[in-house]
């Protein structure tokens, strides 16, 4: 979603006369977007903040702008004024339309006072709906590549007890479908093959306004596009994914049999904890219907790993279910405690060895599983999206299957955007490869 974000604040920047950097030396400002989901992604932000100024030492500082999620919370804006004062400018998500004005105001000010953007608490976002700047009428960078980015819900109005992502997105709001619906198709005429739709629950689109357009009817009337490919989604909630929508996405032509639905957690006591609003064997229903209705679709998911009072037995509830049910991939995490959250204030915390050895075997045991499925697929033709050239070997080109595995492609010819059909010969954890197939070849 920052990507798409970033693509708009940079077509403000160009609407203003700016063009992109190739390198941070070089620019005058620099517009760091970023993602408060985890402790881990904050700190990369506060030690990349640190190297800006290091290496500019001495020579005149860019005016640097803090943008995205962190700068929504109230202990990051208290930091950069102790810290990092040469940050000139913070702005929260629901903001970035007024980038451009607060950095030439930042030139201007010979104050060097840190200058806001950002939305109220939680409690007053969420009464107000106020944090929210829908992309229409708003410029977007031109981008490069064969897949695009549709941001079809800003928010999020769940409250699972680890995630921060409500209290600096503010509320769920959806896209009005004819926006999209524009949006999807000047991106098909631009050439781009694929298309992402983004949200922080897109099963639950349209359930704001609750005028009886969801998240099937969308995927229809996108299917009908002429001239799509691909549409892609992130990310489900396996509590509002419903059997409509996976009869929906069977019925199209153009929807991706790639199913990711993020778990966190196999234990029912740790996901009612975590306020998730299904147990482990309803969870287990929608995987069985969605294998039942589109055979060979691809499930993957997300962990979360040492969520406070989780214990050895709840740990192994989440082995045995990834076992079970056997996803095609996942991404593991570390509980990472979200200052305002629930769980931050939870007692019984892991410790930080439990958590570690937890992740290790979780991604053993997953790694194993994908690999297993991927050598599954050699000797099989897969129809392929060519996304770049393979940068281990720039004779090769990269690309995607329907079901979102990464496929080395071996032969010459074929160029982004073209989807050609691949016969697997090798495969590993991360990757399927092989040379093109042509109808008798073999
Ligand atoms: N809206 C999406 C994902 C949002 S964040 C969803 O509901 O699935 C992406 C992933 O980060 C989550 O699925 C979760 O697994 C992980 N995550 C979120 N908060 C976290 C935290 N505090 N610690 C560790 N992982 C977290
Ligand atoms: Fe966070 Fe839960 Fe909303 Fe996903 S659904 S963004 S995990 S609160």
Redesign the pocket.
Known sequence: MNERDSQTIGGLFQEKGFSLAQNAGESDVIVMNTCA??QSAEEKVWSRLGKLAAESRGGKLPVIVLAGCMAQLPQTIERIKKRVPYVRVAVGPGHIDKIPQLVSQAVHDPSQKLLTAVSPGRAEAHRTGSTQMLPEALPRVKVSGVSAYVTIMYG?D?F?T????PFVRGPQVSREPRFIVKEVQELVSQGFTEITLL???VNAYGLDPGNGYGFAQLLEDLDGIPGICRIRY????PRDFTKTMVDSIRDSKHVCEHFHL?L?SGSNRILKLMHRGYTREEYRGLVSYIRSQIPGASVTT???VGFPGETDEDFQDTIGLVKDLRFDGA?T??????SG?A??KMGNQVSRKDKSRRLQELVRVQNEITKDINMSLVGTIQETLIEEPDLKNPEHVRGRTRTNKLVVCTSKGPKPGDVVKVRIDEAGTWYLKGPMWKPNSD
């Not at 995490?333 to 979200?338: A, G, L, N, T």
């Open positions: 989901v985890r999020c769940n699972c680890y995630c921060i992502v949200g922080q629950n992130f990310t489900s909630h993020p966190q997300d962990i979360i991404f995490f570390i509980f990472s405690p979200r959250t769980a931050a």
